[in-house]
């Protein structure tokens, strides 16, 4: 039972949708494990500018239950597909400033051919399958980020 | 029997946070959605995701009082 509850607990720690920002640099660290000889990561930033227009302000709205479910059905699937150890993924929501964390995919393996290829996949999936949205306010006005 | 319904991202804008509706004692969602897509007409002119109760659920399945019928987009990408 206790095990199963620790089990759980770790789970949550992996994957997570918050308001508050992340260290990538505690996040790598804990992927750092006997084993792992290699870790990828993609940080996803708030852009200033964006097809030509400024952005101010980046909100980021999630439908948090089914959007954390989502992403650990991905970080389960990314360890059945690659030859890896560990992921992570962190997702922030609420309104961000440029150039402020809004996504983080860590990955560890044994290679860094399959980190690379593991980190790239569940990006992708993240971005096409998590209930996440995003709206850039920019002086025109506010608009809805949609399509991949 | 009166359900809830949540709208997220573009939807809530449209249409506000959420909206409760009067149905009739074991309907599906299918009949929920019909509905919905007859009140908003924006709901039937793009492909959304429906969830009952935080859970993506089949059209064919029987809502109870109280249950929340959430719709929103699907993933924003970008």
Redesign the interface.
């Known amino acids: 039972m206790l095990f199963q509850y620790s089990l759980q607990q770790e789970v949550v720690r992996l994957i997570k949708i918050v308001e508050e920002d992340f260290s990538m640099e505690e996040v790598l660290l804990r992927l750092k494990t006997g084993e792992a000889g290699a870790i990828v990561s993609f940080l996803g930033v708030v852009k200033s500018l964006r097809e030509g227009d400024i952005v101010n302000e980046l909100i980021v709205?999630a439908?948090k239950?089914?959007a954390e479910e989502k992403l650990m059905e991905i970080r389960k699937e990314a360890l059945k597909k690659f030859d890896i150890i560990d992921a992570v993924i962190i997702h922030r929501i609420g309104r961000l400033k440029p150039l402020e964390n809004i996504v983080l995919v860590a990955v560890s393996s044994r290679t860094r051919k399959s980190a690379f290829e593991a980190c790239s996949w569940i990006i992708d999936e993240?971005?096409?399958?998590?209930?996440?949205?995003?709206?850039e306010i920019t002086p025109k006005g506010g608009r809805?980020?949609?399509?991949? | 029997m009166r359900i809830e319904v949540k709208y997220y991202a573009w939807l809530r804008e449209e249409f506000g946070d959420k909206e409760f509706l009067e149905v009739e004692n074991r309907a599906t969602l299918k009949e929920v959605v019909e509905k919905l897509i007859e009140k908003h007409e924006l709901l039937g002119s793009e492909n959304f995701l429906i969830s009952v109760n935080g859970k993506i659920t089949g059209l064919d399945t029987v809502l109870k009082e109280g249950d929340v019928v959430s719709i929103f987009p699907p993933a924003g990408g970008g």
Do not use: F
């Open positions: 709205e439908y239950e089914v993240v971005k096409a399958k998590a209930p996440i949205w995003k709206k809805w980020v949609r399509g991949a």
